[in-house]
């Protein structure tokens, strides 16, 4: 075994502290990107936060203008059935109404006709 002499000691000290600088520093570069990184992390989410609240915000505008919309639609269909003035119905809803009624009339008969035929 060799002794170490008290130079070659200090040399080595003076290697173990350079390396402990270096790890310190690389600590300090770490420390830094993790800062940085949660900084920019969180203004992302800040964004995302900020866009989700404007959606929000436009789908409840769309919603009440679809709800108007359906309410519209349904009062021109209303008025495209019902005359204004007398609140009965036109000639083409009492058309649509009779007919209606004609061809189910004829269908039940013609099936009534069809069951007597067979006896």
């Known amino acids: ?4 002499t008290n130079d070659d000691l200090k040399k080595q000290i003076i290697i173990l502290k350079k390396k402990l600088e270096r790890c ?3 600590r300090r ?5 993790k800062d940085h990184y949660d900084l920019v992390n969180r203004s992302s989410i800040e964004k995302l936060d900020a866009q989700k609240n404007l959606l929000d915000s436009k789908n409840k505008e769309l919603d009440i203008i679809r709800l108007e919309l359906i309410s519209n639609n349904l009062a021109l ?3 495209s059935i019902m005359d204004s003035l007398t609140q009965i119905y036109n000639r083409r809803k009492i058309s649509e109404i009779l007919n209606g009624g ?3 009339g004829a269908a039940v008969r013609e099936n009534f006709l069809c069951d007597f035929s067979r006896y």
């Open 102 to 104: 004609i061809f189910a």
């Open 1 to 4: 075994m060799e002794i170490e």
């Open 29 to 33: 570069l770490i420390e830094k990107a």
């Open 77 to 79: 269909e209303e008025s």
């Open 24 to 26: 310190e520093q690389s």
